[in-house]
């Protein structure tokens, strides 16, 4: 019962990261924006850091199997992986320029 638990929470937890965030930051009035790409980058950040250290603090001192250490664990690592996207990304190391054009191309196929 424990680790469909700790799939679900964390898998809460991303939604509210990636799809609430950006919905709740990307409200417009009109011409207006209510705000800017900075606090929806803090929101990220900020929630996948606290996915992390959530993540890693059950692991070493909740978690009572060593199977629900490495799920904690492994969910941890996960929100560092999408971090350092969200990160490398923001800093302008990682673009996706390519993906667009792999995508272009595939759709002048059709």
């Given at each position: 019962m424990r680790?469909?638990?700790i799939h679900l929470i964390n898998a809460g937890?991303?939604?509210?990261?990636?799809?609430?965030?950006?919905?709740i930051t990307g409200r417009n009035l009109g011409s207006l924006r209510l705000?800017?790409?900075?606090v929806l980058f803090q929101l990220t950040v900020g929630g996948l850091c606290v996915g992390i250290v959530t993540n890693?603090?059950?692991?070493?001192?909740?978690?009572?199997s060593?199977?629900?250490?490495?799920l904690c664990l492994g969910w941890a690592g996960l929100f560092g992986l999408c971090l350092g996207v969200v990160?490398?990304?923001?800093?302008g190391w990682l673009d996706f320029l390519w993906?667009?054009?792999?995508?272009?191309?595939?759709?002048?196929?059709?």
């Open positions: 680790r469909p638990l937890v991303l939604i509210l990261v990636f799809v609430m965030f950006p919905a705000s800017d790409h900075s890693a603090v059950l692991a070493w001192a909740v978690a009572g060593r199977k629900d250490r490495a990160w490398g990304q923001a800093m993906l667009k054009s792999v995508l272009l191309w595939i759709r002048g196929l059709f």
